[in-house]
């Protein structure tokens, strides 16, 4: 027989969600809510709430538990990189993709257009209920079993997230070191050229403290100067 609901119905139970992460709910009507769209709400008189207060509350828990967990997995990181991880951790499209590796669109309780409309795999709607679902776990448990929920889901996505910031800011990062140990502002000197000048190379070296750092060589002094920054990044270990 056809469902007559069609879409609108979630393809996972919350149960069957909970049990395929292994998260024990002691009270599964606050996962039940915390998957549950303001669309399914609105087309189904059996709905107690949708998700959004729980979707404001897990936003704060994240922002605490991510800068708490940052704070003592780099005991070394200057606040700067500290807070532009954290940003990058707890951004919508980071906690879509979090939520996308989870599946947990098909657990997703959509009203009808939304599902029709693609709801399952839009990155709003995802990261929305990820942190619904992580508000909904804090009430129903606390903050350490929302730890060791988020620690290794952290653990993988914080390397690449680092890859990428390294990569495009190493002067940044470098800077930041830099000044938190107390010695100021990186030097990026020009110790030579070569080639024509529709090919020339330049060569660049990092000083911090008055000792080279770090040497790259580039088409620009400023190409060189950001490959001598990751050059003095991997030589410290925080590339």
């Known amino acids: ?9 979630p393809e996972e139970s919350p ?9 024990k709910f002691n009270n599964i009507g606050l996962l039940t809510r915390a998957l549950t769209h303001r669309s399914y709400f609105n087309e189904h008189r059996d709905a107690i709430e949708d998700n959004e207060r729980l979707e404001f509350l897990g936003d704060a828990v994240l922002d605490f538990l991510v ?6 997995r780099f005991p070394e990181m200057a606040e700067g990189q500290l807070t532009r991880l954290r940003a990058a951790l707890v951004g919508n499209e980071q906690l879509a993709q979090f939520a996308s590796e989870l599946q947990l669109g098909q657990a997703m309780r959509l009203g009808h ?25 804090y009430l129903d448990q606390n903050i350490d079993v ?27 990062i470098l800077q930041e070191w ?11 000197k020009t110790v030579g050229d070569s080639g024509p000048d529709h090919d020339k190379y330049f060569e660049v070296e990092v000083l911090i403290d008055g000792d080279k750092y770090g040497y790259g060589m580039g088409h620009s002094k400023q190409a060189a100067a950001k490959i001598a920054a990751r050059d003095a990044l991997e030589k410290l270990g925080l590339r």
Not at 67 to 72: D, S
């Open 178 to 188: 830099s000044q938190s140990k107390g010695f100021g502002t990186p030097i990026y």
């Open 113 to 137: 257009g939304e599902a029709e409309n693609g709801g399952r795999d839009r990155f709003p709607l995802l990261g929305s209920t990820f942190e619904a679902l992580i508000g909904a776990l």
């Open 15 to 23: 149960l069957d969600f909970s049990q395929r992460l292994g998260l």
């Open 146 to 172: 929302v730890w060791s929920f988020m620690d290794p889901i952290l653990d993988t996505s914080v390397k690449k997230i680092m890859i990428n910031q390294v990569e495009h800011h190493p002067k940044s």
């Open 67 to 72: 800068a708490a967990w940052l704070y003592h």
């Open 1 to 9: 027989m056809e469902n007559p609901l069609g879409s609108s119905q």
